[in-house]
């Protein structure tokens, strides 16, 4: 798709992953095992034939830049195409004819970058937020999108939770929206959430833009879209397979544990739209001869000789004799010591835990230890 412009969204507005997110933003966060969340737009993008994108960052981003850097890793290292990082544009008071000043959200953010959607001249824009877990076919979007004469289309999936940082909206039977609220205060009336994926023309997007600046409107989702709505028309395009917004700890670990099953990972791993990611070449994994491992995903590079069962391990974790590991996500160079036990616990980059120690959190209040850290 030569005339499709993709811009992910890839710093935090609102959310709430305590620890996880000291040090780098909700899209430069380690998932899975072995990707990054950012992997699911950048190959949601690359797989629907998107090869032009922009990276809006404002802040915590140089791991983000660490794990794109050439992009090949996602067929994107191109002459004439491929990923612009689009830093802060708009700290610089002559960077954009619409901002000023440090950047308040989103609107800002990519008014600040005018001059790339400008420069690129695309037919249509796909903005998506980088904090999404989903295999989602971009190009049937934009098809749908381009048929149904909607002055912008948003994807949406049922309406799972109520979160004070979710946008929901309530669909008429012609999928067209008719409500959009941010945070459900209305005793559940909206039936569907927003994902954070926005499909709209680039002169549409730029004159939106420019109007929500001179009106001082600084919340895409509250004031963009409104105008939207009450300006034209915005379509819904129903994603019915597993999506998760990762808005706080609990959708992060869940969207996690998810992935131990099967039938889930048969919807987001698919063989015709693979999940790319940044390649590291390590070592097989080793379990020692009195392993037990049940229910897992282990990365490569770790070496086991305690428990682990229904757990999550990224590259080069340790799991000594006599630990025992239970629903847990240890991330790259964990360090976990015998005689430790850990239950519903999130530990960051390069934790250790020493010897006997014992932590217990819940799958509701997960607990989270930072980068780093010896506990």
């Known amino acids: 798709m030569n005339n499709i412009l993709g811009i992910i969204v890839a710093f935090d507005n609102d959310n709430d992953l305590r620890e996880i997110t000291e040090h780098r933003t909700v899209a430069a966060v380690p998932w899975g095992g072995r990707y990054r969340i950012v992997d699911f737009m950048l190959s949601n993008m690359v797989n629907s034939g998107i090869y032009r994108v922009g990276v809006l960052m404002k802040d915590k981003y140089q791991s983000l830049i660490d794990h794109i850097g050439n992009a090949k890793d996602w067929d994107l290292s191109r002459k004439n195409s491929g990923v612009t990082l689009l830093p802060p ?63 912008l289309t948003m994807v949406v999936t049922k309406k799972q939770k109520d979160s004070p940082f979710t946008t929901y909206v309530e669909l008429n039977r012609r999928k067209e929206a ?18 954070g994926i926005y499909v709209m023309s680039r002169q549409y997007l730029i004159h939106l833009l420019s109007d929500c ?50 039938d889930v990972r048969g919807e987001v791993f698919l063989r015709t739209r693979p999940i790319l990611t940044r390649i590291k070449d390590e070592s097989p994994a080793y379990y020692g001869d009195k392993a037990v491992v049940e229910d897992c995903l282990i990365a490569d590079g770790c070496h086991i000789e305690g428990q682990v069962r229904n757990s999550i391990l990224f590259r080069d974790v340790l799991i000594e004799p006599g630990a025992d590991v239970r629903d847990c996500i240890i991330m790259e160079s964990g360090r976990i010591l015998s005689g430790a036990s850990l239950r519903h616990v999130i530990t960051d980059r390069g934790v250790t835990v020493r010897d006997g120690r014992t932590m217990m959190g819940h799958e509701n209040y997960p607990i989270t230890i930072a980068k780093s850290a010896t506990v």
């Open 89 to 151: 544009y708009s700290y610089s008071k002559k960077a954009s004819p619409l901002v000023t000043g440090e950047y308040r959200g989103k609107i800002d953010a990519l008014a600040g970058a005018v001059d790339f959607l400008q420069k690129n001249r695309a037919d249509y824009v796909v903005i998506a937020d980088g904090d999404i877990v989903a295999n989602v076919p971009l190009d049937d979007v934009i098809e749908r999108h381009a048929k149904s004469g909607a002055d």
């Open 178 to 195: 008719v409500d959009i609220r941010v945070g459900d205060t209305n005793d559940g009336k909206c039936k569907h959430a927003a994902l």
């Open 213 to 262: 600046v001179t009106h001082n409107c600084i919340h895409f989702e509250r004031e963009f879209l409104t105008r939207a709505l009450i300006d034209g028309t915005v379509a819904g395009y129903l994603f019915s397979e597993y999506a998760m917004k990762i808005e706080d700890t609990i959708d992060y670990f869940q969207s996690n544990m998810d992935m131990l099953d099967k």
